[in-house]
């Protein structure tokens, strides 16, 4: 094995089971059982300040409509999310956070935000600016495809 392939394998190694790992402790911490697809797409909402289709979602997310629309099914019987017809289109809805939806994405950043900031610490602030910038230039480069 050449050293760039050992290099890559550890490289995606690392992330996925970064990736794992955070997920569970974020779970754990996640109020009213609510799960990271659910917190995504509340503070995905919440930052955008406005109304999406339940496609444009799908597309933010890199997922299936259909998993997408599971996700809006479970905030909606929360009273996470409002849906509504779009009125130009009837075949399309519309999906906005309501104030539960805001009321539960601040519950869960709360939650959440000291389990990060203990994490940054332990890491330090250089190390963690370091390496942002690899990660979000990855991030680019497999969003492109």
Do not use: C
């Not at 009213?32 to 109304?51: D, P, T, W, Y």
């Not at 979602?57 to 629309?69: E, Q």
């Not at 709360?110 to 602030?125: K, Q």
């Not at 250089?126 to 230039?137: C, D, G």
Request: a positive charge; hydrophobic letters at 45%; proline letters at 4%.
């Amino acid at each position: 094995m050449s050293d760039s392939t050992a290099l890559a394998i550890s490289l995606f190694s690392e992330l996925l089971t970064a990736d794992q790992l955070l997920r569970n402790r974020l779970t754990r911490v996640l109020p009213n059982k609510m799960e990271i697809s659910h917190f995504s797409v509340l503070n995905h909402l919440a930052r955008v300040q406005g109304e999406r289709s339940p496609a444009q979602l799908a597309r933010s997310f890199h997922v299936t409509r259909g998993a997408m629309t599971n996700t809006l099914t479970k905030l909606e019987i929360a009273g996470y999310v409002h849906i509504r017809p779009d009125w130009d289109d009837a075949r399309r809805k519309m999906v906005a956070i309501s104030p539960a939806g805001q009321r539960a994405r601040e519950a869960a950043l709360s939650a959440m935000t000291p389990l990060i900031l203990e994490m940054v610490r332990e890491l330090g602030d250089t190390k963690v600016r370091a390496a942002l910038p690899v990660l979000r230039e990855l991030r680019v480069k497999l969003e492109a495809d």
